[in-house]
């Protein structure tokens, strides 16, 4: 045989050769890997995605939006995809907004096969970043949380996570009604990755709205009065609430310093202090014991006590805030004037155990039942508990410790008429009523009424908030100053106080409670010079909105 021929025979017993092989590695793949290869394809041409649920809205009384979701996108990359990293962060930086040097980083990771370039982009400008087209860059949806309102009732709000989940605040506790459930798309990508068909597998169900008894107007009144005394007495802190006493609706509940919604800050400044801090009352605790006496049949309202110009108890020297010879003051003129004097005379005719239970029955030391989550129980101390001087200092409001939401309760008692009801935020879910809780009573009406009379004295003539006024209206409520304890210690500051008020409108019907609680002010210290103002800015606003006539 010829040496051509020889040669082109081998070579075509080589392709004979070949073509078997490949025949045979067709029917082994056909036969018996069929399965395993089709499931790989499938995962490089079909994927399923998880489509985050929108979040429920959270809109105040009228239906003002102060929470909402929208979708939006998070950019990713994977970085061993990327050809031209440096061109690449170029065009997307300047989608992004981002630092070009920041992108280029991430796109150069080496040894990572997914990085995030930015989350929680929204929807628009995502998409712009796909109409790049730069393979190894990718989108995955995500729900964005906003705050259209910004700082407003920031506290109240609280915030959620990268994914969606309730950190604090209303977002937290309620997290379970707002978040919803996703859902799961299926896309068929062709070989690029890019998706040539998308269908829905389970819809992504939204979260419930919920509708708050707050309202935007008020709130934002409440927070611009907080920021002038923040400027004018730069205090540590201060919050502020404004309620419905027939109800126990929250109208307003206000923090300073403010923090933004939409923006990080420390934990710290996210506490809501309604609810989160506590602090001595100092004379607006006066009410447990007057308003307790009263009840147990102990005092009226003319009943008179001598009252020395001071009071020696054991160790303890007692004093009123201003020095005064010894006098005789009826029961109405000591809350009045915040005699401390009178008052511990008056705790004296309770006793420990009696005056223990009327702290105890007017709420404190023990949870609101308010919707908001976080909420500090104060610390009031037991009769066991108590040593010789304890009745010196406990009526006066000095040895306990209350949240601000308490006192508020504590006051809507004697506005209404007597029912302590548990405070409340959240009107609606779904735009279902929630239930109102009945409350139960702590004083008669008669009680009730006789202090809503007496504590109009504090703003009259001769009281401690005298200057407080709005024409045309009733007012009444009580000043407060005590000293705070120093930090880590048992002992009082010689410099910081707490200043407060808390009242309500009008005296004869209220219709509205206002509380102010400011720390550690500056360049003053009292309730009556602090505080109070603030709470008459508060009410003048609130009576002509509220359209409560005057009376």
Excluded at 55 to 79: M, Q, W
Excluded at 503 to 511: E, I, Q
Aim: no cysteine; aromatic share 6%.
């Amino acid at each position: 045989m010829a040496p051509m021929q020889l040669r082109i025979g081998k070579l075509f017993a080589v392709f004979v050769i070949l073509l078997a092989a490949a025949g045979a590695r067709t029917f082994y793949l056909g036969a018996f890997q069929a399965g395993k290869l089709r499931q790989v394809a499938d995962g490089q041409q079909l994927t399923k995605v998880e489509m985050p649920a929108l979040r429920g809205a959270i809109l105040d009384r009228n239906g003002i939006p102060l929470a909402v979701s929208e979708a939006g996108e998070d950019v990713s990359a994977t970085p061993y995809l990327v050809k031209a990293p440096v061109a690449a962060a170029t065009r997307i930086s300047a989608v992004l907004g981002l630092r070009e040097s920041t992108v280029e980083k991430a796109l150069t990771k080496a040894h990572t096969g997914f990085v995030y370039i930015e989350r929680g982009v929204p929807e628009a400008t995502a998409q712009r970043v796909a109409a790049l087209h730069i393979p190894g860059i990718a989108l995955s949806p995500v729900a964005l949380r906003a705050y259209p309102a910004g700082p407003l009732a920031a506290q109240v709000l609280g915030n959620v996570d990268v994914d969606g989940n309730g950190l604090a605040g209303l977002e937290y506790s309620k997290n379970a009604v707002l978040r919803g459930s996703n859902g799961v798309r299926r896309e068929v990508n062709d070989a690029r990755g890019d998706p040539i068909s998308v269908s829905d597998l389970k819809a992504a169900r939204p979260g419930k709205p919920i509708e708050l008894t707050l309202d935007s107007s008020l709130q934002n009144a409440v927070e611009n009065v907080l920021a002038a005394v923040g400027a004018k007495y730069r205090p540590q802190s201060a919050t502020a609430i404004a309620m419905d006493p027939q109800t126990g609706a929250i109208l307003a509940m206000a923090n300073w310093p403010r923090v933004s919604a939409n923006e990080p800050a420390p934990a710290s400044a996210r506490i809501n202090r309604a609810v989160g801090m506590t602090f001595e009352p100092g004379s607006t605790f006066k009410i447990v014991a007057i308003g307790g006496a009263l009840q147990d049949g102990l005092v009226t309202p003319t009943t008179n006590f001598y009252l020395p110009s001071s009071l020696q108890i054991y160790d303890r020297t007692i004093h009123d805030a201003e020095v005064r010879p010894a006098e005789e003051a009826t029961v109405a003129q000591i809350l009045a004037k915040s005699s401390n004097i009178g008052a511990v005379e008056i705790g004296g005719k309770l006793g420990g155990a009696r005056f223990n239970h009327w702290v105890s029955r007017l709420g404190f030391g023990r949870p609101t039942g308010v919707d908001l989550p976080g909420e500090q129980y104060g610390i009031v101390p037991q009769p066991a508990q108590y040593s010789g001087v304890s009745m010196a200092n406990l009526p006066i409001g000095q040895g306990e410790s209350v949240t601000p939401l308490q006192l508020t309760s504590a006051y809507a008692a004697i506005a209404n008429g007597g029912i302590l009801r548990a405070p409340h935020i959240v009107a609606a879910i779904d735009g279902k009523p929630t239930p109102t809780p009945a409350g139960r009573r702590v004083f008669d009406p008669r009680v009730a009424s006789e202090l809503r009379d007496m504590l109009r004295g504090v703003l009259a003539p001769g009281g401690t908030a005298s200057q407080v006024t709005i024409p045309g209206y009733q007012l009444a409520g009580k000043t407060g100053t005590a000293q705070e304890v120093v930090a880590g210690s048992t002992t009082y500051s010689k410099t910081a106080y707490d200043a407060s008020f808390v009242g309500f409108a009008p005296a004869g019907d209220p219709k509205v409670l206002v509380s102010v609680e400011v720390s550690a002010p500056r360049g003053a210290i009292n309730g009556g010079e602090v505080a109070a103002p603030a709470f008459g800015q508060i009410m003048s606003f609130a009576l002509p909105y509220l359209k409560i006539p005057p009376a």
